[in-house]
């Protein structure tokens, strides 16, 4: 090791026997050492070299001897160095405590600074502060951080009476505060959890501050102590205030845990307790985990890891529950404004719940405990925590199966949004979930390894219901659907079904089928019900593949889909469930662009289902489109409006007119319409003109560009690739060639570097590229942005990902093709896949590009030159080797650049 510039010898050796000792402990935590073993010894090694630094550092100050300054002084170890499970690459956080006079002060701050300089010379980072005993429970009172790390003091070396008066006076009044410092610490570590991560099943934890993170087991630690005076998880234990069970979960988390921190913190040489994608597929393979049929060996190592931290997640949240203080008035009053109801269950004020005496029927029956939560869901009023807790006991006890009478139990709960969320996490919390729908035991903590999914598929399913009962009090289209369903809980058990099918060989959906067959009749569902469970479960993505991988504009794919589903009923479900699902993928997955593609779809759907000629009744509606944008134009040309043809209509006006698709004319205002009609009409052959029109419904940006398709060689790939170059997300795009060879193109996308409206500004300088990619003489290849709307890369991760299809489609469409393409997310991938497109000689008519993160699935309706379907075998097997070969080469270029 090359020794730094200007360091003392002494300092020199001591950063030689850190990293010898941290080698050391190395070896044997990859030799297998526990995890608190292995932190153990960390702790010994931190604790031996700063006491070298401290016995330097006194000798140079003279503090030696009976008179030194350890006559005045302590030094003790606070927050983990205290509880002695450092990991390898842990902070150090040290108190000087000194006697209460000015010069003990004075003495005890010259060597504060003496160990600083020393402690991060060696390369240790170091938390210190200097107090009095006084000073140190004074800061504590008020700060929950100050307040956790002196729970966890120890000394260190220095005075022992002055640490053991400081431990004394510590203890007798943050006891006889205890419940203002639970509520200060609770709120500390809510404020946490809700930064790092406020749900266990996060599919990137922070291992330390995560729900279920090690910080959870901290937390019933520190609220032990106060409570109880104690903080060992034994010593809980040993008082009565942790059940076994409890006990047991939390020693293995923690265990698990801090040999999971102590990896990843060798393996990155330095402290790290994000567990992200690279890690979980590091840790998987160094731990042993083995894939099974269906599941990675990732996807195993995180369901394991989910299990226990959500078990942690669960102890800590009662732990702190029953350490709040019930108020003095609510136990006066409860029992005089409560009433009981049948028999057995006491409904107070702010909770219903069971009587003690009634808590042994729990243990022989589901459907008392259905029949709580029916009640709860019915009084709008949560379950008592004492309840809650005879529940958890009694479901292991429970019979197998479930009666009709618990069935029928189950259902009207489920019909019911008002506490319907929370109620279900409480049966999944307990098991009871699992004992009514028993494929849910197989979801749970199941990770989905991939970058489209945020949570777990149970945690995945629960926000699923919860999205769905938000709605209550949603104004728009989405909260009139769901306010009027008659059949609630036919949703809401389609929404429970729709992903447990996941972690399987099979596919997903053809799985879901199966237990939707077998849960109908376990739940007493009539013929009917059954068919529509299994439909919305069989066919939950349906809708989704519908609106944003096909042209919803062809008129004969909504009449096809309204067939499919059947009933407007149906219909109306699939509408919810299809947004719920996708709201609960993860935070702003939903935007405001696809759930106005979702409705519209819906709604069209719609009127197929409730029109008695629903061809007549879409003719007719677009002929009032048509009619309504004829209007505007005699309107803008100086004429009169009349109901008829009778004011003149230029004919180049009425021939294009004729001309545009469904989807143009009601995806504009008439006005809007006739307008980009007049630029159009006086436009040269070599001219382009180019608009970006910002949708605060959609919160999108629409780029129209009109033109001849002679202008330049390969219109649409030269527009893609400008879009991309210029950072933007394409959602869809829409090509429409007209009479004379004139095309009008649109783009419609999302702009990372604004989160509203994009500056005036920017949306000219996107204009001006679209102008000029259509130039000729431009044949260079775009240059694409290696990053984003300035956010920081992320490492690059192996994430499994779906392989590189391409997929023809005849039958869809009468008029078109339809190539689906699947591949790994790339910069400019679109613009590769366009220019092939151009080069083998097709035309596209629409796009619609779904981009999930790491992934995209592009979709586009092609012909040949001569505008027809490609029924070539031949000819199809071309198109698919050439994309493949593209793509391939696009993926090799991006990673080499």
Request: proline fraction near 4%; glycine fraction near 8%.
């Given at each position: 090791?090359?020794?730094?510039?200007?360091l003392r010898?002494?300092?020199?050796?001591?950063?030689?026997?850190?990293?010898?000792?941290?080698?050391?402990?190395?070896?044997?935590?990859?030799?297998?050492a526990?995890?608190?073993?292995?932190?153990?010894?960390?702790?010994?090694?931190?604790?031996?070299?700063?006491?070298?630094?401290?016995?330097?550092?006194?000798?140079d100050?003279?503090?030696?001897?009976?008179?030194?300054?350890?006559?005045?002084?302590?030094?003790?170890?606070?927050?983990?160095?205290?509880?002695?499970?450092?990991?390898?690459?842990?902070?150090?956080d040290l108190?000087?405590?000194?006697?209460?006079?000015?010069?003990?002060e004075?003495?005890?701050?010259?060597l504060?600074?003496?160990?600083?300089?020393?402690?991060?010379?060696?390369?240790?980072?170091l938390?210190?502060?200097v107090?009095?005993a006084?000073?140190a429970?004074?800061?504590?009172?008020?700060?929950?951080?100050?307040?956790?790390?002196?729970?966890?003091?120890?000394?260190?070396?220095?005075?022992?009476?002055l640490?053991?008066?400081f431990?004394?006076r510590f203890?007798k009044?943050f006891?006889?505060?205890?419940a203002?410092?639970?509520r200060?610490?609770?709120?500390?570590?809510?404020?946490e959890?809700?930064q790092y991560?406020?749900?266990?099943?996060?599919?990137e934890?922070?291992?330390?501050?995560?729900?279920?993170?090690?910080?959870d087991?901290?937390?019933v630690?520190?609220?032990g102590f106060?409570?109880?005076?104690v903080?060992?998880?034994?010593?809980?234990?040993?008082v009565?205030?942790l059940?076994?069970?409890?006990?047991?979960?939390?020693?293995?988390?923690?265990?698990?845990l801090?040999?999971?921190?102590?990896e990843?913190h060798?393996?990155?040489g330095?402290?790290n307790?994000?567990?992200d994608?690279?890690?979980?597929?590091?840790l998987?393979?160094?731990m042993?985990?083995?894939?099974?049929?269906?599941l990675l060996?990732?996807?195993?190592?995180?369901?394991?890891y989910?299990?226990?931290?959500s078990?942690?997640?669960?102890?800590a949240?009662r732990?702190?529950?029953?350490?709040?203080p019930r108020?003095?008035?609510?136990?006066?009053?409860?029992?005089?404004?409560?009433?009981?109801?049948?028999?057995?269950?006491?409904?107070?004020?702010t909770?219903?719940?069971?009587l003690p005496?009634?808590?042994?029927?729990?243990?022989s029956s589901?459907?008392e405990?259905?029949?709580?939560?029916?009640?709860?869901?019915?009084y709008?009023?949560?379950?008592?925590?004492?309840?809650?807790?005879?529940i958890?006991?009694?479901?292991?006890?429970?019979?197998?199966?479930?009666?009709?009478?618990?069935a029928?139990?189950?259902?009207?709960?489920?019909?019911?949004p008002?506490?319907?969320?929370?109620?279900?996490?409480?049966?999944?919390d307990?098991?009871a979930?699992?004992?009514?729908l028993?494929d849910?035991?197989?979801?749970?903590c199941?990770?989905?390894?991939?970058?489209?999914?945020?949570?777990t598929v149970?945690?995945?399913?629960l926000?699923?219901?919860?999205?769905?009962?938000?709605?209550?009090?949603?104004?728009g289209?989405?909260?009139?659907?769901y306010r009027?369903?008659k059949?609630?809980w036919?949703l809401?058990?389609?929404?429970?079904?729709?992903?447990?099918?996941k972690?399987?060989?099979?596919?997903?959906?053809?799985?879901?089928?199966?237990?939707?067959?077998?849960m109908?009749?376990?739940?007493?569902?009539?013929?009917?019900?059954?068919?529509?469970?299994?439909?919305?479960v069989?066919?939950?993505?349906?809708?989704?593949?519908l609106?944003?991988?096909?042209?919803?504009?062809?008129?004969?794919?909504i009449?096809?889909?309204?067939?499919?589903?059947?009933?407007?009923?149906?219909?109306?479900?699939?509408?919810?469930?299809?947004?719920?699902?996708?709201?609960?993928?993860?935070?702003?997955?939903?935007?405001?662009?696809?759930?106005?593609?979702?409705?519209?779809?819906?709604?069209?759907?719609?009127?197929?289902?409730?029109?008695e000629?629903?061809?007549q009744?879409?003719?007719?509606?677009?002929?009032?489109?048509?009619k309504l944008?004829?209007?505007?134009l005699?309107?803008?040309?100086?004429?009169?409006?009349?109901?008829?043809?009778?004011?003149?209509?230029d004919p180049?006006?009425?021939?294009?007119?004729?001309?545009?698709?469904?989807?143009?004319?009601?995806?504009?205002?008439p006005?809007q319409v006739?307008?980009?009609l007049?630029?159009?009409?006086?436009?040269?052959?070599?001219?382009?003109?180019?608009?970006?029109?910002?949708?605060?419904?959609t919160?999108?940006?629409?780029?129209?560009?009109?033109?001849?398709?002679?202008?330049?060689?390969?219109?649409?790939?030269?527009?893609?690739?400008?879009?991309?170059?210029?950072g933007?997300?394409?959602l869809?795009?829409?090509?429409?060639?007209?009479?004379?060879?004139?095309?009008?193109?649109?783009?419609?996308v999302?702009d990372?570097?604004?989160s509203?409206?994009?500056?005036p500004?920017r949306?000219d300088?996107?204009?001006?590229?679209?102008?000029k990619?259509?130039?000729?003489?431009?044949?260079?290849?775009?240059a694409?942005?290696?990053?984003?709307?300035?956010?920081?890369?992320?490492?690059?991760?192996?994430?499994?990902?779906?392989?590189?299809?391409?997929?023809?489609?005849?039958?869809?469409?009468?008029a078109?093709t339809?190539l689906?393409?699947?591949?790994?997310d790339?910069?400019?991938l679109l613009?590769?896949?366009?220019r092939?497109?151009?080069?083998?000689e097709?035309?596209?008519?629409?796009?619609?590009?779904?981009?999930?993160?790491?992934?995209?699935?592009?979709?586009?309706?092609?012909?040949?030159?001569?505008?027809?379907?490609?029924?070539?075998?031949?000819k199809?097997?071309?198109?698919?080797?050439?994309?493949?070969?593209?793509?391939?080469?696009?993926?090799?270029?991006?990673v080499?650049?």
């Amino acid at each position: 090791m090359s020794s730094a510039p200007g360091l003392r010898p002494l300092i020199l050796d001591v950063k030689r026997r850190l990293v010898e000792g941290r080698e050391r402990i190395k070896a044997r935590h990859d030799k297998g050492a526990p995890g608190i073993q292995t932190c153990r010894a960390m702790t010994e090694l931190y604790d031996g070299l700063i006491l070298e630094l401290y016995r330097a550092a006194l000798a140079d100050l003279k503090e030696e001897g009976p008179q030194g300054l350890e006559s005045v002084c302590a030094v003790v170890a606070v927050g983990g160095t205290g509880r002695g499970d450092l990991a390898p690459y842990s902070d150090v956080d040290l108190m000087l405590l000194h006697a209460p006079t000015q010069a003990a002060e004075d003495r005890t701050s010259k060597l504060a600074e003496r160990l600083l300089r020393d402690v991060f010379d060696v390369g240790f980072q170091l938390g210190l502060s200097v107090r009095t005993a006084s000073q140190a429970c004074q800061a504590a009172r008020g700060d929950a951080t100050i307040c956790t790390s002196l729970i966890e003091a120890r000394l260190l070396v220095g005075n022992v009476e002055l640490f053991e008066y400081f431990q004394r006076r510590f203890r007798k009044e943050f006891m006889r505060r205890a419940a203002a410092l639970v509520r200060l610490i609770e709120q500390a570590r809510g404020d946490e959890r809700n930064q790092y991560g406020e749900t266990v099943y996060l599919l990137e934890p922070n291992l330390k501050r995560s729900s279920g993170g090690l910080r959870d087991i901290q937390f019933v630690r520190w609220i032990g102590f106060l409570q109880h005076g104690v903080a060992e998880p034994d010593g809980l234990k040993l008082v009565g205030a942790l059940e076994r069970d409890d006990h047991e979960a939390l020693v293995q988390a923690w265990e698990f845990l801090l040999h999971l921190r102590n990896e990843m913190h060798f393996h990155a040489g330095k402290g790290n307790d994000l567990l992200d994608k690279a890690e979980q597929l590091r840790l998987a393979e160094v731990m042993g985990y083995e894939g099974s049929a269906g599941l990675l060996p990732v996807e195993r190592f995180m369901q394991h890891y989910f299990k226990l931290t959500s078990r942690v997640s669960g102890i800590a949240k009662r732990f702190a529950e029953a350490a709040r203080p019930r108020a003095m008035i609510g136990r006066i009053l409860s029992p005089l404004v409560s009433h009981r109801f049948e028999g057995d269950f006491r409904v107070g004020p702010t909770s219903i719940g069971l009587l003690p005496r009634s808590f042994a029927k729990l243990q022989s029956s589901l459907e008392e405990i259905l029949r709580l939560c029916d009640l709860s869901n019915l009084y709008d009023k949560p379950i008592d925590r004492e309840t809650q807790e005879a529940i958890r006991a009694a479901v292991p006890k429970l019979p197998e199966g479930v009666s009709p009478q618990a069935a029928k139990r189950f259902l009207s709960m489920l019909n019911s949004p008002a506490r319907l969320g929370e109620l279900l996490r409480l049966l999944h919390d307990t098991g009871a979930l699992e004992r009514v729908l028993p494929d849910f035991a197989h979801a749970r903590c199941l990770l989905q390894f991939n970058e489209y999914h945020k949570f777990t598929v149970d945690e995945h399913t629960l926000r699923a219901v919860e999205q769905a009962t938000s709605l209550v009090g949603d104004q728009g289209a989405l909260g009139v659907a769901y306010r009027g369903l008659k059949r609630k809980w036919l949703l809401h058990l389609a929404l429970l079904l729709h992903d447990l099918g996941k972690g399987y060989v099979e596919d997903h959906s053809d799985v879901g089928l199966r237990i939707a067959t077998e849960m109908a009749p376990r739940l007493g569902l009539d013929e009917a019900d059954a068919e529509t469970l299994k439909f919305l479960v069989h066919k939950h993505l349906v809708m989704s593949h519908l609106a944003f991988r096909r042209d919803t504009s062809d008129e004969q794919l909504i009449t096809k889909f309204a067939v499919d589903v059947g009933s407007a009923e149906t219909l109306q479900m699939l509408y919810v469930l299809t947004c719920c699902d996708t709201a609960a993928v993860g935070p702003g997955t939903l935007n405001a662009w696809k759930s106005e593609v979702l409705t519209d779809l819906y709604r069209r759907t719609r009127r197929r289902l409730t029109s008695e000629d629903p061809d007549q009744a879409s003719r007719a509606a677009l002929a009032e489109r048509r009619k309504l944008v004829r209007d505007a134009l005699v309107a803008a040309s100086g004429q009169a409006k009349t109901v008829a043809h009778d004011a003149s209509l230029d004919p180049w006006y009425q021939r294009h007119l004729d001309e545009l698709p469904a989807s143009y004319l009601y995806g504009n205002r008439p006005e809007q319409v006739a307008a980009d009609l007049g630029k159009l009409k006086g436009l040269g052959r070599q001219d382009v003109v180019a608009e970006g029109r910002y949708s605060p419904e959609t919160s999108a940006t629409e780029y129209w560009i009109g033109t001849y398709e002679d202008i330049a060689p390969g219109v649409f790939h030269r527009l893609t690739g400008a879009i991309s170059a210029e950072g933007l997300q394409i959602l869809s795009a829409e090509i429409n060639t007209l009479s004379g060879g004139l095309i009008v193109d649109r783009f419609w996308v999302s702009d990372p570097d604004y989160s509203g409206e994009p500056a005036p500004s920017r949306v000219d300088d996107v204009c001006r590229a679209l102008t000029k990619a259509l130039d000729h003489r431009q044949s260079k290849r775009p240059a694409f942005r290696k990053t984003w709307g300035g956010k920081s890369q992320r490492r690059a991760v192996a994430v499994p990902t779906l392989p590189t299809r391409v997929n023809a489609d005849n039958a869809t469409s009468d008029a078109y093709t339809v190539l689906d393409i699947f591949a790994a997310d790339r910069r400019g991938l679109l613009y590769a896949i366009t220019r092939t497109l151009y080069e083998l000689e097709l035309n596209v008519a629409v796009a619609k590009i779904g981009t999930y993160v790491d992934q995209v699935v592009d979709v586009f309706y092609v012909t040949d030159r001569k505008g027809k379907k490609i029924t070539s075998t031949a000819k199809v097997n071309e198109i698919r080797t050439r994309l493949l070969v593209a793509i391939e080469a696009w993926e090799r270029s991006d990673v080499s650049r």
